[in-house]
């Protein structure tokens, strides 16, 4: 019987994940796009239609993803096999109790983070490991690219290059130009929140936390060139310092060119990157969803947008009693993903992975009852299916380390 995928959410991500299912309509021929706007689901079906050509049968639906009872409803009459959540992170834990009552399994990109407070943790996902576990379906966090193909990364070095990780170092660069002053490259209320935030990182068994933009290095990416990076909180950390054995040390770092950086200093002294209401022409806003509001759509980035993005992970651990080091990357370009899809690259390196994360469950390549992180399952058909989809990954055994 042919499978039907709920795909929650029409922005940038969701975009790239409707066609690529449209391109992979065999695992795909039917998905259903809803989110609260449904004008902006009928236009992405046209839109992935028109570029694709596909036999893929799609239908949209307006929905309150924060309704648990819609979201159940909506899942039951549309008869979903799985639901793909490609909303906002403050959303996952709804959308995980409607697949808990709807028996369905469940794929998101980002852990939860509260609305009110700028938390990245994973620990109110892992509390659904038992109930999901007894309904007997799965949910697999973080199928984007940091985290996601990140983790796969980790998983695949472990299993065929070391006995043991003991170091990684997960790089993120964005060389890419869209000419604005200032715009984010994914949703900017999420995008601001994430870098503003403490770093920190792991090691020796514990959190090390750090300043915002505490911690600067220079590295040089393969086909994007030398550029400053920062560390940053990111989610996969957590995950990884479970799950990969002997890990010592995991920090993630992140470009960000100074122009970014002056603009982000300014708002946040002006107050515009609060997440507390305020109170405005006798109504309460959110400083930075009006920000959010004010600052260009990153799905509208596109068209304008030059260069390429370098993400991967550099390791150093040993095998057979020696030291080894490992990069594992991948290298994307703006203007190649939107002639594909319509799409900048950021958006791509996140949407791809969302589809194939949904495709491991739907072919059962991946299952088993409960929620996992990705890198918890084998990593060997992910790593061929990026190389299939458009997000082919490079080795290099002899990296440059970062100090």
């Known amino acids: 019987m042919a499978k039907k995928t709920l795909i929650i959410g029409a922005g940038g991500v969701a975009g790239v994940a409707v066609h690529k299912c449209c391109q992979n309509s065999e695992i795909f021929p039917d998905i259903m796009i809803a989110r609260s706007t449904k004008e902006k689901c009928d236009k992405l079906r046209e839109e992935a239609l028109a570029r694709t050509g596909s036999s893929t049968k799609i239908s949209t639906a307006q929905l309150d993803a924060m309704d648990v009872e819609a979201t159940t409803k909506l899942i039951k009459e549309y008869g979903a096999d799985l639901v793909l959540n490609l909303a906002l992170p403050y959303q996952d834990l709804a959308i995980m109790d409607a697949c808990l009552a709807a028996g369905v399994d469940y794929v998101d ?7 009110d407070t700028a ?62 002053p200032f715009a984010t490259n994914f949703n900017p209320e999420i995008n601001i929140r994430e870098v503003s935030a403490q770093g920190s990182y792991w090691e020796d068994g514990q959190w090390v936390h750090t300043q915002p933009m505490e911690i600067k290095r220079e590295y040089d990416f393969a086909q994007v060139g030398k550029k400053d990076m920062y560390l940053l909180h990111h989610e996969e950390i957590e995950s990884l310092a479970l799950n990969i054995p002997g890990i010592k040390r995991i920090r993630f770092f992140m470009t960000f060119g100074q122009s970014y950086l002056t603009h982000l200093k300014c ?36 068209p304008r947008t030059v260069g390429k993005t370098n993400i991967g992970c550099i390791f ?88």
């Open 267 to 302: 708002l946040e002294n002006v107050g515009m990157t609060s997440i507390e209401p305020i109170e405005f022409e006798g109504h309460q806003i959110i400083p930075l969803q009006f920000l959010k509001a004010v600052l260009p759509d990153p799905s509208s980035l596109g």
């Open 119 to 180: 938390k990245f943790e994973y620990k109110w996902q892992w509390a659904y490991r038992d109930r999901y576990r007894d309904v007997g379906i799965t949910a697999l966090l973080g199928s984007g690219f940091d985290p996601g193909v990140t983790s796969v990364f980790s998983a695949y070095a472990l299993k065929h290059y070391f006995d043991e990780i003991h170091y990684i170092d997960i790089l993120d660069c964005n060389g890419g130009d869209h000419g604005y």
């Open 316 to 403: 150093q651990g040993v095998k057979d009693g020696k030291p080894r080091n490992l990069y594992i990357y991948n290298v994307c370009d703006h203007q190649e993903c939107y002639k594909e899809v319509g799409s900048q690259a950021v958006a791509y390196t996140t949407g791809v992975p969302a589809m194939i994360g949904a495709m491991m469950l739907l072919t059962g390549a991946w299952k088993g009852p409960g929620v996992f992180n990705i890198e918890e399952f084998d990593p060997d058909p992910f790593m061929d299916a990026l190389n299939k989809w458009g997000l082919p990954w490079v080795i290099d055994e002899n990296p440059v380390l970062v100090d």
């Open 109 to 115: 990109t980002a852990n939860y983070e509260p609305e």
